[in-house]
């Protein structure tokens, strides 16, 4: 268990997004439509529905950091559930309404970051990847699209 810094939390930050957003920068059309590699009891998401999910829950840090209730449609889910609203939510929706979300909310976690108070990071010790949701989780489904993505961009 560690205290956290500011400055650790938001460099982490900017890196992972910057590492995702270089990768997302460069798809056409029909790279968004890349399934990932799931199994088969699971939704069956694109590389632009990976996206989806992995800002939604960047978003909800943004959510926690600014202490606003979780919306009533959230409330009580599960993990499962709760990512199968986020596919529902955005599956429809285009790659460049789903990029713009990625790019906005990254805009409004730094802001946060910067003005949240100084407890919100070092008030108590947490897990060293804490808070998984702006940097660790971005990583793992990063890799996600980095598989769908494979043929496109190997040895990336």
């Given at each position: 268990?560690?205290?956290?810094?500011?400055?650790?939390?938001?460099?982490?930050?900017?890196?992972?997004?910057?590492?995702?957003?270089?990768?997302?920068?460069?798809?056409?059309?029909?790279?968004?439509?890349?399934l990932l590699?799931?199994?088969?009891?699971?939704?069956?998401?694109?590389?632009?529905?990976?996206?989806?999910?992995?800002?939604?829950?960047?978003?909800?840090?943004?959510?926690?950091?600014?202490?606003?209730?979780?919306?009533?449609?959230?409330?009580?889910?599960?993990?499962?559930?709760?990512?199968?609203?986020?596919?529902?939510?955005?599956?429809?929706?285009?790659?460049?309404?789903?990029?713009?979300?990625?790019?906005?909310?990254?805009?409004?976690?730094?802001?946060a970051l910067?003005?949240?108070?100084?407890?919100?990071?070092?008030?108590?010790?947490?897990?060293?990847?804490?808070?998984?949701?702006?940097?660790?989780?971005?990583?793992?489904?990063?890799?996600d699209i980095?598989?769908?993505?494979?043929?496109?961009?190997?040895?990336?």
């Amino acid at each position: 268990m560690v205290r956290h810094t500011r400055e650790a939390v938001i460099k982490r930050t900017i890196e992972e997004y910057d590492r995702l957003d270089r990768l997302v920068n460069r798809l056409n059309d029909d790279d968004w439509n890349k399934l990932l590699p799931r199994p088969e009891t699971k939704d069956p998401w694109t590389v632009k529905d990976a996206l989806a999910h992995i800002t939604h829950w960047k978003a909800d840090v943004l959510r926690q950091i600014k202490k606003q209730p979780v919306p009533p449609e959230e409330k009580g889910l599960n993990w499962t559930d709760g990512n199968r609203l986020i596919y529902e939510r955005w599956r429809d929706r285009s790659p460049q309404e789903v990029l713009a979300w990625h790019r906005q909310v990254q805009q409004d976690v730094l802001a946060a970051l910067r003005d949240a108070p100084e407890k919100w990071f070092n008030g108590r010790e947490r897990r060293p990847e804490w808070p998984n949701d702006l940097d660790g989780h971005s990583a793992y489904h990063r890799e996600d699209i980095k598989q769908a993505l494979e043929k496109l961009i190997p040895g990336e």
